[in-house]
């Protein structure tokens, strides 16, 4: 009889695993295998719950092919150790992308998984990460997420005004190109702003600096977004119940329709609110865009235009935009 203490941590033999399938088949209990083999009766109970088939027969061949590809799966070396895949983790961190968005674009650019995101959060709660201070770069520099809920909409009399439930099916399921979401991000004091255009197909986002929240400011800004565009690629858009929105009427000279989502409805408007969001991490609350220049903000509309997304299956809103649109566009 072999010496048990010897072999606690030797590896179950493929021979050892045909002499369990036989005397199990012939009705042996796991402490009769144990004493012939010479295996403590543990390492028999383990072997037959992790390599026996569904059905619980123990089948030789089966067994061994399950603990080879678990001891492969071991050996693999930890994707964070290839220093391709963590210069591109660290380089998209620093780039403002999401852990998600970074194992997305791998594995969209590789045609396999590369990295999981969780790992790469791990990675950067980790102690190495945390002297990197790596958290610093994730998009809500938090750790747990807050209850979503957008900004309270002023209670405004928009004349002529369509509501989100007249939107057509086409644009409301996104089953169209063309129709967008709109709104202002308000600066400092509410006194200037920058008026925010969301396509909801392609999640592509225009934006364009106001010297004051007004409605006159907002439609030349809209104006100026729209009119470079071909008559494909506007056909709506959706806006919130603010005061700066008293003259949409003046978009249907472009050929485009407007809605309204209802108030205390922001939701309805969620693509436009989240990417405004987006831009938020830039320029936070309470920021004043009085130094801010046109080439400042065109860098960082760029930047979210050209960050892969889950939604779009890890294409950037700028590919999906050009795609749509059947040409290449620079933004």
């Known amino acids: 009889m072999r010496d048990m203490s010897k072999d606690h941590h030797k590896k179950l033999s493929p021979d050892e695993r045909d002499l369990i399938a036989l005397l199990r088949g012939k ?3 796991n402490r009769s295998v144990a004493t012939m083999l010479g295996r403590s009766p543990s390492t028999i109970s383990d072997e037959l719950k992790r390599n026996s088939l569904k059905s619980g027969e123990y089948v030789a061949i089966h067994a061994q092919g399950r603990a080879d590809e678990r001891r492969l799966k071991g050996r693999k070396r930890h994707p964070l150790k ?3 895949v963590y210069a591109y983790v660290i ?3 620093r780039e403002g992308w999401s852990p998600e968005q970074i194992a ?3 594995w969209k650019e590789r045609g396999e998984t590369v990295i999981c995101h969780e790992t790469i959060y791990r990675f950067i709660y980790s102690e190495q990460g945390k002297k990197m201070g790596l958290s610093e770069y994730l998009p809500w520099k938090r750790t747990k997420r807050r209850k979503k809920g957008g900004r ?3 209670r405004s009399r928009i004349p002529v005004a369509s509501g989100d439930h007249d939107r057509p099916i086409e644009a409301s399921s996104r089953a169209e190109f063309g129709h967008w979401e709109g709104d202002t991000v308000e600066g400092r004091g509410h006194k200037d702003g920058i008026h925010t255009e969301v396509e909801r197909v392609s999640r592509l986002t225009l934006a364009v600096k106001v010297k004051q929240v007004s409605s006159e400011q907002a439609i030349e800004a809209q104006k100026a977004m729209f009119t470079p565009l071909p008559a494909e690629a506007r056909k709506s858009t959706t806006l919130d119940n603010g005061r700066e929105n008293h003259h949409h009427m003046k978009l249907a000279e472009l050929g485009m329709a407007t809605y309204f989502a209802d108030p205390y409805s922001s939701w309805q408007r969620g693509t ?14 309470g920021s004043s865009f009085e130094d801010l220049d046109d080439d400042e903000l065109a860098d960082i509309v760029c930047e979210i235009n050209n960050r892969p997304r889950k939604v779009l299956n890890f294409n950037t809103p700028q590919e999906v935009y050009n795609s749509c649109l059947g040409v290449r566009i620079l933004m």
Do not use: M
């Not at 989240?274 to 936070?284: E, F, I, M, S, V």
């Open 152 to 154: 309270r909409v002023h």
């Open 104 to 106: 997305g674009r791998l």
């Open 272 to 285: 436009n609110e989240y990417h405004n969001g987006l831009l938020r991490r830039y320029l936070p609350k």
């Open 82 to 84: 290839d220093e391709a």
């Open 91 to 93: 380089e998209k961190l």
């Open 27 to 29: 009705g042996e209990s």
